[in-house]
């Protein structure tokens, strides 16, 4: 089934992507916001003006202004401050669970499209049981087996999310170990660690950078929903997810807009940016299935169909 | 993975399909097996209760719960296979009465959630097809990342202020029973319209340019006929299996949702089940969901034939 969505990459001379992809609006906006949101929270101790777990018990729930700026919470916490630091635990989340995907996801496609036969139809059964499970049910459950914490949130969204991106190497491994250049890898007697790692994981980079980049995204909302359940990061920590749990409550939703409006906004320009960097990847470094007379008409003429093989046998 | 409607095809997915649900079934017994402390003690060790030791013992036996781990395994899956879902610790009701009240409220929300995320998608495709002004056509080509970047529960929230208490449109105390699934149904629709967006766009970009589409304009036809004719039943294909994923996605966004409006359903079920330990009942939660999720895939994969006669020759070439 993934066949069909996903398309092998030939690869293209880095700096004719890296041209295109600064040409890229997308690319653009993406890079832009996502590099101003990292700053401020990666800069979090030299910016944030108050510390982020320090109540002041005389402004408690006051609004923004006044040296808060953006107000403070029900304990007197600076929104601001905790906004920059909550950033590093989101940021770090996602992150950190879209490598456990890496992990699995890459090895175990990798092994089906690779190996097929029994191999192949063993992952293939083991994602579609993991795929099945609806997600925060079986979360909840394991937040609760293992408790909540930070690196349990990381685990379990890692565990749970590995399927797209196996079933996408497997896909790509089964397109591409059937081309020549693998095929003449093969007969010249390179050894199949190198025919996997060289050949194939590496033709099949760009659709894998394409869906790390929009894992990011969905880790840290995946944290957001779980911590807004009161399953992921637990408090005093900030986190963007547990700062919006405030916003269960109607007294806030109803009348102090800075508690839950901020972290919101933070998460959506956030996942906003990455997955404008994810399209743009998907646009430079994706190719269309083959299209021939688009190919012939279009300006880079007739040599975008000539680098399926290029650059890649030299194993 | 080209399928056919060819007999040994369909009993193969069957067999698969069963295979899949009985590994789901052992794994969340597994966990829920494992999961610190249980429904019981959350139940009966209240203070206020002044059960002995000795009568908590009892209770544990009637609900079968001192038994070794092997044997509660098997019983569970025979009463499972009879239909007997077991009894729920918190409520006392039978697990399968919950899921009847619950199951069709989270099925009639999923569904009204989904018809309206695919329509919402296809607003979007065909709008950022037409010709038009540069920066409309970019808009809509970017709102697929736009509404896939907004948290559900937020975006609920968010609505809630806008619809209910800024403009008053929609009552929060005393809602119809329509009016109280506007919000809701909205919730859910623009997740999933997103990616289904995305392929939509994707595709339309894709299948224009190849040769058949530009065969069918070179023999006079005009761009909307192409763009409906030939490209609009190729890009459709990868919906599908979307729209098969996206199922499960539904019932896991139906737990956000259902918590931001108060509304009542599985989603919530399982949370609370989850809060109160209540095993039996996040067991058919749980399985509930696989086989949602096992029969909708089935479904779609015996329709990709239908759909694409290139798929219905017993050998069947790669789409």
Redesign the interface.
Known sequence: MTETLSHSTGPRAAGGSLRRLLQDPFFVIGAAGLSVLLLLTLLAPWIAPFSPDEGDLFSIEAPPGDGHLLGTDEIGRDVFSRLLYGGQVSVLIGLSAVAVQLVIGISLGAIAGYFGGLADAIVMRLTEIVMCFPFYAIAITLAAIFGASVWNVILIIGILHWTGLARLVRGEFLSLRERDFVRAARSIGVSRTRIIFRHLLRNASGPILVYATLAVANGILAEAALSFLGLGVRQPQASWGNMLSAAQSMRVLSYQWWLWIPPGAAIVLMVLSINFLGEAFQRVLNRRPAAPVADLVSRRGWRARLPVTKGSENG | ?ATSLTLKNIVTKLG?GL???W??FT??FV??Q???GDAILVRFMDGDMGLTPDAIASIRTFYGADEPFLVQYFQTIMAYLTGNFGNSVISGMPVAQEIMVNLPRTALLAGLGFTGGVTLALIIAVLATLPGFRWIR?LFQ?AP??L???????LG??L??IFS?RLGLISVIAPGPWERLILPVATLAVPIAAPIAQ?LL?NI??FS???FA?VARAKGASQRYVLLRHVARNAV??VL?IAG?TF??L??GA??TE?VFGLNGL?RL??RS?RN?DAAV?QA??LI??FG??VV?FIVDMLYPLIDPRLRKPQGG??
Do not use: C, H, K
């Open positions: 993975m698969q295979f899949v649900l590994a789901a794994i969340s966990l829920l494992i999961m610190p970019n970017a990342a736009l896939a970047s907004v948290p559900v529960f937020w929230i968010l809630i202020q208490f392929i994707r970009d894709a340019v190849q040769p530009y294909l990868p299996t994923v499960g996605e019932l896991a737990v956000v918590t989603g399982a949370e989850v330990q996040l939660v749980v969901a696989a999720y096992v895939n790669n789409a």
